[in-house]
């Protein structure tokens, strides 16, 4: 009897760490290929949109910033040693469907919204899903990320979207992320690029 | 079962999802367009044969008592295993199938064939009857996916079939064409089968 | 008043069954007594809740901490088949009516995509602890609500003069096409 269930547990035992083992060791190995695709096809297609630039270039040009529990990733645009455009990604909290992942780009020169571009979204479509138009996202462009946003029916200067009020507040809840992380880590991103674009091997900090 | 035999009974005579009514769930869910349709069905037809060789392999070596935990171990594997392999070389494939991927792993059809064959016949026979059901799985919801693509859509993996007048059934592409595509299907395929003097399968 | 849009939405709009086809085997295996599709969509609710409970917080507070996310579908289905298993021991062991009612219907479980496809959708839709819970109990109700009005219909298709290449699958198949569609009456309900 003891015999019996010390082979069933030896046997299932085997089977599963086998099968852990070749799954992570799969899973280090493509680690870094599977990253750069979530970035080619995630965020690439609103990066190109924003700076009007093809996504390889900008994606090569990746920063993680981390505060707290969140990690925000970074792209910038580099002209003659000067930073003249900054894309900030973060996950608006609160959306129908979960969170709304925004990109808003930036110059980081005056600190004027250049735009903002949904990354992705599970929101109704008809509905929520409207965050994507244009007319709705225009009323970014132009803002100054100097103190936080709000939707109009909290004295603020957004509409939102008719119907999708938790799709809005989603928006506004990532962007206000992005305007405390540029209030309080504004200089150390700075640094962090200079440091990278005077560094030819370009750095992996 | 002979060996050609097993190679091939999985195009006709237990075509799932039709012959076979196993693996309804993603024949419905993702055959919006032919190409995911094809996506998911190699995916499955990978998962078969390594899922059949390796149970196979291991008939003798597994105790009666944990038999489905350890077959539920070796089909969860390969299922991790193709999602990390889709998510680094077919990226778009892997998002539009999203959850369906992982819920490869209780498709019925792979633990039917672990139970009902490759736990009872030796190596290289179990992985011909994965490849044989796996390609008519694939071949299956292809073959739906198309249809529902062009009637729904007025594309075929992508390309326009259709001149511009075309006005697409956006119908077929949601959840209710999917069920009616089907059932019309397997109710055309069960007519067709009595044509040929065979029994039916389902009730 | 979140929850109630979370429930509503579950039940109706993305109905499990008919709006995203999970759970199609024993839809159309047990669906064609009312009995038998009570019993069922019993089990699966009951399971499908606690599965999700535990499945939120094993990958919580076990696995995403040690940056394991990508053995979720190994440690999900493991978990589902080892609470099955308990449930119907337990079961067994507490009552015999419950057992000959429920019982039979929990080994066909662990292979019913409804109840894995509910505890990966918390996880992709990044819900909560309640957010899970409420979710799970809707969508399985749904999952109950939609099962149990296809084994009304059913009985009566039983009656009827189905053309004989049409018969059981088939017809239930077309059949789910007319539910799904009075259920996309409901889109944009919510919201």
Redesign the interface.
């Known amino acids: 009897m003891l015999r019996e269930i010390a082979r069933l547990v030896l046997v299932l035992g085997t089977i599963c760490s086998l099968s852990a083992a070749s799954l992570a060791y799969v899973r280090t190995s493509l680690a870094d290929r599977i990253e750069m695709q979530e970035d080619f096809y995630v965020r690439g297609p609103a990066l190109e949109r924003l700076f009007q630039r093809p996504a390889q270039e900008l994606l090569a040009e990746k920063l993680t910033v981390p505060v707290g529990e969140e990690a925000y990733p970074v792209f910038y645009l580099l002209e003659a040693g000067e930073v003249t455009g900054l894309a900030v990604e973060a996950a608006g909290k609160g959306g129908y469907g979960g969170n709304i992942v925004i990109m808003i780009g930036l110059d980081p020169r005056n600190d004027s919204v250049l735009g903002v571009e949904i990354v992705s979204h599970s929101e109704t479509p008809g509905l929520g899903a409207k965050v994507e138009l244009q007319g709705f996202r225009q009323q970014w462009t132009g803002l100054t990320l100097d103190c936080p946003v709000a939707l109009t029916g909290d004295g603020g200067r957004i509409d939102a979207i008719s119907g999708a009020t938790y799709s809005s507040e989603a928006m506004v809840d990532g962007t206000n992320q992005v305007v405390l992380l540029l209030r309080n880590h504004r200089e150390e991103i700075l640094t962090l690029i200079g440091q990278r674009s005077t560094d030819p091997s370009g750095g992996e900090s | 079962m002979n060996f050609r035999q097993t190679l091939t009974h999985g195009f006709w005579r237990d075509l799932p999802p039709f012959r076979l009514v196993l693996g309804l769930c993603p024949a419905l869910a993702v055959t919006a367009a032919a190409e995911n349709g094809l996506g998911m069905g190699l995916a499955v037809t990978f998962v078969l044969i390594f899922s059949n060789m390796f149970i196979s392999l291991l008939r003798r070596v597994i105790p009666d008592k944990v038999r489905i935990a350890s077959f539920i171990v070796v089909i969860a594997t390969l299922v991790v295993l193709v999602e990390l392999v889709m998510k680094a070389y077919f990226f778009p494939l892997s998002q539009q199938l999203g959850i369906y991927i992982p819920l490869i792993v209780v498709n019925c059809i792979i633990l039917g064939r672990a139970e009902a064959f490759a736990s009872r016949n030796p190596v290289h026979l179990s992985m011909a009857d994965g490849l044989s059901v796996g390609l008519g799985f694939t071949m299956s919801l292809t073959l739906v996916g198309s249809i529902r693509e062009i009637l729904g859509a007025g594309t075929w993996f992508g390309l326009a079939v259709f001149s511009e007048g075309f006005e697409a059934f956006s119908f077929m592409v949601k959840a209710p064409g999917a069920f009616l595509c089907l059932g019309l299907m397997l109710g055309l395929m069960n007519a067709w089968s009595r044509r040929r003097g065979e029994i039916f399968i389902q009730t | 008043m979140d929850m109630l849009?979370l429930a509503i939405g579950a039940i109706f709009?993305n109905n499990i069954l008919?709006?995203?086809?999970?759970?199609?085997?024993p839809f159309?295996g047990v669906s064609k007594k009312l009995s038998t599709a009570l019993g069922m969509g019993a089990a699966v609710t009951f399971v499908a809740v606690v599965a999700s409970m535990l499945t939120w917080a094993v990958y919580h507070y076990l696995l995403a901490p040690q940056g394991l996310e990508?053995?979720?579908?190994?440690v999900?289905?493991?978990v589902i088949?080892a609470l099955v298993q308990f449930a119907e021991i337990f079961i067994k062991k507490q009552s015999k009516v419950l057992y000959d009612s429920l019982g039979i219907f929990l080994p066909l479980i662990?292979?019913?995509?409804a109840v894995?496809?509910i505890a990966?959708?918390n996880i992709?839709?990044?819900?909560g602890f309640v957010q899970t819970v409420v979710f799970s109990a809707a969508s399985a109700a749904g999952f109950a609500l939609a099962i149990l009005l296809f084994a009304c219909v059913r009985e009566r298709l039983f009656i009827s003069p189905v053309?004989?290449?049409?018969?059981?699958?088939?017809?239930?198949?077309?059949?789910?096409?007319?539910m799904?569609?009075a259920f996309?009456g409901f889109?944009?309900m919510?919201?």
């Open positions: 849009l709009v008919l709006a995203q086809y999970l759970g199609n085997c159309c990508y053995l979720k579908t190994l999900f289905i493991l088949a662990t292979t019913n995509c894995m496809g990966l959708l992709k839709h990044g819900f053309p004989s290449a049409m018969r059981g699958t088939a017809i239930a198949l077309v059949t789910a096409g007319v799904s569609l996309m889109t944009g919510t919201n």
